[in-house]
């Protein structure tokens, strides 16, 4: 018997918050002169005035149907097994779209149908509409979402593709030195981590190669209190029936009130409320297996967001938990049908650099989650490594010692010597 919860991080708060922003600095100044100076939207406060906002920065219906679709399609190749879980598709999303911008022909094409957009005037528009939409920075709950992008030093970018990361995706762009300093390089690449997760990830971040020229980073930090925190006095120890069968003790919280429930075949939602938000818990049933039901994209879909709706006064016994997961994202890319952008020699990313020959080596995440009596807070980043190809290796052939020559006509040995000395 497998009595596992289903925690769907980050991607149910995005979908749930209602957010706004505050100013931040500009995009730092690169070799190819971008000047473009941004600052976060600042939504309202008033009601009326939120709603006005909500309404003009909401994203289309086909855009929410294809982030919905990415988001389930990816987690459902890392989540569907047996160990803890924490995965931010909204992260791994917003990189990618910043990659896609750059990318040319085939290469183009395959990252359009993983976005499930058609088209990069369309990929911009609905991502800057979505972070300005998702985007909180307040006292009661922070929301907050960062890109950017990290340049070797020289190497050139085009303006167009800097200027739409600033613009669109609010990136702060900056130069390293990954061939030289790939240890300095990491270190403010971390730092830089560690400061948009509020010190929760980053630390002991590495670059993965001196050949990467260009390395797109995506941040998410969330922090909500639940509607009505959990009395730690109802804190206790209780019994957790691992997924491989095995027994454990942890402490669970308490509280018996009326909650939002959804219901299907096999499973249970209870919706529990933040003060700017919600966390969804889907339990299975006694004798269903968590791991295998996860593996289907549409029944995820339906525990998550369908089944019979109903409210009921529930006793819940809540596990305080802590999750951190790191994940290498290009095979679940890759089974999206994204193979160009990984293969050296075929990969076109023009809208980067013209006459470069890049191709992207890494794409890595990490996400960690903390719940507990006071409620939740969660963070990741993805890290997305673009690499020019190396130049050829050429074999040194020297004549600078005694060696044989001959002068061959028509297979015929016509001449034949040595060179053994310079007179």
Known sequence: MKNRLLIA?????????????????????TDAEIKTVFAYPKAPVEEEALAAWREENAISPEFEEALKDFSLS????????????????????????????????????????????????????????????????????????????????????????????????YASIGNVDFERDIEGASKEIGAWINENTKGLLGDGYKVSDPSVVLSIINAVYFKDAWEEEFDTKDTKPRTFHNADGTEATTDFMYKCEYFDYGVGEGWRRLVLPM????????????DEDLSEMLKDPALMQEMLFGGEEDRRETKLYLPKFKIKS??????????????????????????????????????????????????????????????????PQYFTFCLDRPFLYAVIVEDQLIFVGTHSEVE
């Open 275 to 286: 003060k700017n938000s919600q966390m969804l818990f889907v339990l299975p049933g006694k």
């Open 9 to 29: 991080v980050l991607c149910i708060f995005m979908a749930a918050a209602t957010l706004c922003a505050c100013a931040i600095p500009g995009a730092e100044k």
């Open 74 to 169: 990816t987690a459902s190749q890392l989540i569907a097994n047996d160990e803890n879980n924490c995965y931010s598709p909204l992260s791994l999303f917003m990189a990618l779209s910043i990659l896609t911008d750059g990318a040319k022909a085939e290469t183009a094409e395959e990252l359009f149908s993983a976005l499930g957009v058609a088209d990069a005037e369309t990929l911009r528009e609905q991502n800057a509409r979505l972070f300005r939409l998702l985007y909180r920075d307040s006292e009661e709950m922070k929301m907050l979402l960062a890109n950017s992008l990290w340049i070797q030093n020289g190497f050139p970018v085009e303006e167009d593709f800097l200027r739409h990361a600033a613009e669109n995706y």
């Open 326 to 391: 790191s994940y290498n994202l290009i095979p679940t890319l890759q089974q999206l049908g994204v193979k160009h952008a990984f293969t050296e020699g075929v990969a076109d990313l023009g809208g980067i650099s013209k006459g470069r020959r890049l191709f992207v080596g890494t794409v890595k995440q990490e996400a960690l989650i903390i719940v507990d009596e006071k409620g939740a807070e969660a963070a990741a980043y993805t890290a997305m490594e673009v690499i020019e190809e190396s130049v």
